[in-house]
DNA sequence: ATTCCGATGGAGGACGACCG
DNA sequence: CGGTCGTCCTCCATCGGAAT
């Protein structure tokens, strides 16, 4: 949230003016601190930004500009809920789309509020599935193809994975089942697959540490000297450059951890699993997980 | 010596009135 | 219609005196 002062230092637009176009046209209507202070959103910054760009590069009055902004936010409305209507493949790739482009444009409130409708029309593991993990892959793509900016791409995969970590612990976790430490190793930012083999394993009852991407050696030492039940640790990587510094790291946690089982995902060792010397090597598709995860912990199961 | 508390003043925000 | 002015209000840092 950003003071009246913080967005006037943003857009160039003097605090009066803002204050008139709220009183005058409701261009925005900024949240108040306990005092009466504004406290304006992001989004609240941006559609004030698009009216500043109306009026100054249009030629266009601020009421009507204000109209305009109605106008496309009544259609943004719409497409929502028609996205409800209609079979449910395209819909899927209507709020594909319709979260991508929120998140694009760094507008966060939006994103989520069409997560959340989605959650409440299919659930959380369609929406997982079907929107926000191809949107993940999508925004890698479109950094990678110079696409999206860095910005972007770290906005959305921020937003999406905080999503994933409020859902992580809509699941039990069965206490006889051991800890799971999941990373990605210093140098490797690609985690798709490893919050989805995360998700996996905490459907499946398992309490998962998550470090996400690029995490340091040092981190996950210390980490692993104050976890004391942590049974299992997945590494994830998809550039074959990190094979072997993954694995001496392997090596290394080993001596820190040296009961736990070690357990390797992601591209870089699909072409050829035997470059690995840990205890599990996990590759696509993700029908195999259950398998093995049956095959590993079935005796552990029977409680 | 340190902590607490009320008084004071400057900076900045809210809002109605005003002006071109 | 839309930007600016003037006044009042709130916040917050600072200071000095009282209490511990």
New binding site residues.
């Given amino acids: 949230m950003y003071?009246?002062?913080?967005v006037?230092e943003m857009l160039d637009i003097?605090?009066?003016?803002?204050?008139?176009?709220?009183?005058?046209?409701q261009a925005v209507t900024?949240e108040?601190?306990?005092?009466?202070?504004?406290l304006y959103s992001h989004e609240n910054v941006e559609d004030l930004r698009w009216l500043k760009e109306q009026?100054e590069q249009q030629g266009v009055?601020?009421?009507?500009?204000v109209r305009m902004l109605k106008a496309r936010k009544e259609k943004q409305l719409d497409d929502t809920l028609s996205v409800a209507s209609g079979n449910t493949q395209d819909a899927f790739e209507k709020m594909k789309e319709q979260i991508y482009n929120a998140l694009h444009d760094f507008q966060g409130e939006r994103a989520n509020a069409l997560i959340d409708f989605g959650l409440s029309l299919y659930g959380y593991e369609v929406m997982f599935h079907q929107v926000l993990v191809p949107i993940l892959i999508q925004v890698g793509d479109a950094w990678e193809a110079g696409i999206a900016t860095v910005a972007q791409e770290h906005y959305t995969t921020h937003m999406i994975s905080n999503r994933f970590y409020q859902i992580f612990h809509v699941f039990p976790v069965y206490s006889h089942l051991p800890k799971v430490l999941a990373f990605c190793p210093a140098g490797e930012h690609h985690q798709v697959g490893l919050l989805l083999f995360a998700l996996f394993l905490r459907k499946n009852g398992m309490e998962v540490i998550y470090l996400g991407a690029n995490t340091p050696e040092e981190g996950i030492i210390s980490m692993l000297e104050q976890q004391s039940r942590v049974g299992l640790i997945c590494l994830s990587i998809t550039d074959k450059e990190l094979i072997s510094f993954s694995e001496e790291l392997i090596e290394r946690l080993r001596i820190v951890c040296p009961g736990a089982k070690f357990l390797v995902g992601g591209k870089a060792y699909e072409r050829d699993p035997s470059l690995s010397k840990a205890d599990y090597v996990m590759t696509e598709p993700a029908e195999h997980w259950q398998a093995w995860f049956d095959h590993v912990f079935t005796s552990m199961r029977s409680k």
């Fill in positions: 003071s009246i002062k913080q006037v003097p605090s009066v003016t803002l204050r008139a176009w709220e009183n005058r046209y900024p108040r601190t306990e005092s009466g202070y504004r009026t009055s601020i009421s009507h500009a």
